[in-house]
């Protein structure tokens, strides 16, 4: 096989907590252990000359600080987690998709993909037999599955996105984009998410603090939230709530006494294979009858894919978040 690049530069390790194994497991949520700024609101910024074409060789680095030289454009890619899949074909990279895992389940072409194992059970002997030119890795991946990769395909960019918000989304649309001489098409996606997020923060920016209500937003019931330096913490803020845990990073478990003591006005859950739904839970727990949230029947449960997968649809996330914590602005 023709070398595609040159690499160099060590990548940074990301820790993946134990406890969020079980979830880490469906490729829905980020890696931990960075400090995140999700506060703001994101700002990516399509350039304005319509020259989007991409020279090469291509000096980039991955979101781990890899470097890469790219030789030419990738052309056949094989996709290690349901976000990067959905990047890839929110570009128009289909035809070039060789390969995802077996939870790369939107869009409906990716269930058609042959399959490399899982999400955190690669099968590193199908990617092989596959021979792709790129092979587009999660944090998961960084510490066992690259180096094993990197052993077994010297020749292959083993390019690793990271994001852990969504300006880092809009990023990696653009790097993956960049080294698939797919610029232009990257670019427009990113320019119709920023329009999504801008539908919702325009609305949003300018809210006091007495006119945004407290949520909590439930990863597991009754009392598994997220921290600041998760991207659903900047979903809340954007969407014109105020996270009841600020204090707090990762995805830590609250008491109920917390819990209750915080009061939420609102419960957001996204149901994850538990026994009965999460929003049920919520609303059928004892110990959570005095929360305003219960008492005035405001627990919604949103999809877990667009809150959760680190990939385009994060934006739509935003959207439904700030539809249940704000609906007087009828947003669609």
Do not use: W
């Not at 990301?14 to 880490?24: E, F, P, Y």
């Not at 990696?172 to 329009?195: C, N, P």
């Amino acid at each position: 096989m023709n070398s595609l690049i040159r690499k160099s530069s060590i990548p940074k390790l990301v820790t993946v907590s134990l406890l969020l194994a079980s979830i880490m497991v469906l490729g829905l949520l980020p890696g931990c252990g960075n400090s995140v700024d999700n506060t703001t609101t994101p700002t990516t910024t399509p350039p304005v000359t319509t020259n989007y074409t991409v020279t090469f060789p291509l000096t980039v680095k991955d979101q781990t600080g890899q470097s890469f030289i790219f030789t030419k454009p990738a052309t056949k890619i094989v996709s290690l987690s349901p976000g990067n899949t959905e990047i890839a074909f929110s570009i128009g990279l289909d035809a070039n998709i060789i390969g995802d895992t077996t939870y790369c389940d939107y869009p409906a072409a990716a269930t058609t993909k042959s399959k490399m194992g899982g999400f955190s059970d690669v099968n590193t002997e199908l990617v092989i037999n596959a021979q792709p030119d790129l092979i587009l890795t999660s944090n998961i991946h960084v510490a066992k599955v690259v180096p094993q990769l990197k052993t077994l395909l010297p020749n292959t960019a083993i390019f690793t996105l990271d994001p852990r918000n969504l300006q880092d989304i809009m990023d990696a649309i653009i790097l993956v984009g960049k080294i698939t001489d797919h610029l232009k098409q990257a670019t427009e996606e990113v320019a119709a998410l920023q329009a999504k997020i801008n539908s919702v923060t325009s609305k949003t920016q300018t809210l006091t603090t007495a006119q945004r209500p407290k949520v909590l937003y439930v990863l597991y019931p009754p009392s598994m939230t997220v921290g600041t330096d998760t991207p659903q913490y900047q979903l809340i803020v954007l969407a014109g709530g105020v996270s009841i845990s600020p204090n707090s990073t990762g995805y830590p478990t609250m008491s109920i006494e917390d819990l209750v003591a915080a009061n939420p006005d609102i419960i957001i859950t996204s149901s994850m294979g538990t026994s009965g739904s999460a929003r049920d839970q919520m609303l059928n727990n004892p110990q959570l009858k005095s929360i305003n949230a219960i008492k005035n029947t405001k627990v919604f449960d949103i999809d877990g894919n667009i809150l959760q997968r680190m990939g385009p649809r994060l934006a739509d996330g935003l959207v439904a978040m700030a539809q249940v914590i704000h609906p007087e602005f009828g947003l669609k």
